[in-house]
C-alpha cells in the first residue's frame, strides 16, 4: 500500500507570494493533517481534515488555510507569504479522526522563502 | 492542557549500549501517547503508542517503552544500540477536547547518536 505522498517536495518563494501544497493519503484513509516543522517552534498543529470538513485548527493566522477534496486529498495554502513561513510541512493521514490510531505521514514539503 | 517534555536534546550512545529516550507527560485525563522517529530528508515513522491497557508497550525497530503513570513518564527503550537508530526523536501527546480531535502534541524533540 502506498505511504502519504506530499508535492512538490521543494519549493522555494518570494516573500508576499502564495503557496498551496498537496497531500494524497494512504489509500482508504479520509483524516488528514498538517503540521508546520521548524527549527524554533519544532512541530506544530495546523489544521485537521475528516469527510472534507475541518474538525480543528491549530493557532495559526489566517493566512494559512486549506481543504480536503471527495477523494480524501487535501491541500493547504499560505497567502502572503512571509520569512517565518519557510518550514518543513508535514502531512499525515489516518483511517479516522480516532484519539487512538496513529498518524502516517508523508515525507514533506520543504518550502524557502527569500 | 496536554503537553509533553523531552528533557535530553542530544543522547549519544555507543553502538551496542542499551539506550533509552525520555519524556515526560502531563495531560488532564487520560493520556494518549505516541513516539515517532524521523530520519534524514523523510517524514515522521510511527515508533509505538501507548492508549489503554498492558504498560509495556512493544513498537517498531526493536523498541518497547514503559507507561508509567506516577512518574508520568513514557520512556523507549532497546537493548542493544544501532548506528541504524541515530535519527530524531519525538514525544506525542494526543489532544483530547472531548471532540474527538486528531491532532498530536509535539515535544522539542531528541537526537539520537549511535556511535560506532
Known amino acids: 500500500k502506498a505511504g502519504v505522498t506530499q508535492t512538490p517536495r521543494y519549493l522555494i518563494k518570494t516573500r508576499g507570494q502564495q503557496v498551496t501544497l498537496s497531500c494524497s493519503p494512504i489509500?482508504?484513509?479520509?483524516?488528514v493533517s498538517w503540521y508546520q516543522q521548524t527549527p524554533g517552534q519544532g512541530l506544530q498543529f495546523l489544521f485537521e481534515?475528516?469527510?472534507?470538513?475541518?474538525?480543528n485548527k491549530g493557532n495559526f493566522p489566517g493566512r494559512f488555510s486549506g481543504r480536503q477534496f471527495s477523494n480524501s486529498r487535501s491541500e493547504m495554502n499560505v497567502s502572503t507569504l512571509e520569512l517565518g513561513d519557510s518550514a518543513l510541512y508535514l502531512c499525515?493521514?489516518?483511517?479516522?479522526?480516532?484519539?487512538?490510531?496513529?498518524?502516517?505521514f508523508g515525507p514533506g514539503t520543504r518550502l524557502t522563502v527569500l | 492542557a496536554q503537553s509533553v517534555a523531552q528533557p535530553e536534546d542530544q543522547v549519544n550512545v555507543a553502538e551496542g549500549n542499551p539506550l533509552t529516550v525520555k519524556c515526560t507527560y502531563s495531560?488532564?485525563?487520560?493520556?494518549?501517547l505516541f513516539w515517532y522517529v524521523q530520519y534524514p530528508n523523510r517524514g515522521l515513522q510511527f515508533l509505538l503508542k501507548?492508549?489503554?491497557?498492558?504498560?509495556l508497550v512493544k513498537g517498531s525497530y526493536g523498541f518497547e517503552a514503559e507507561f508509567n503513570k506516577s512518574q508520568t513518564s513514557f520512556h523507549p527503550k532497546k537493548p542493544s544500540a544501532l548506528v541504524s537508530d541515530s535519527a530524531l526523536y519525538f514525544c506525542?501527546?494526543?489532544?483530547?477536547?472531548?471532540?474527538?480531535?486528531?491532532?498530536?502534541?509535539f515535544g522539542t524533540g531528541t537526537r539520537l547518536t549511535v556511535i560506532p
Open positions: 499525515a493521514s489516518s483511517f479516522s479522526p480516532s484519539e487512538e490510531g496513529e498518524q502516517f
Open positions: 489509500s482508504g484513509h479520509r483524516s
Open positions: 495531560v488532564s485525563g487520560n493520556p494518549y
Open positions: 501507548y492508549i489503554t491497557g498492558d504498560n
Open positions: 506525542a501527546v494526543r489532544d483530547i477536547l472531548g471532540t474527538g480531535a486528531n491532532n498530536l502534541f
Open positions: 481534515y475528516f469527510s472534507e470538513t475541518q474538525r
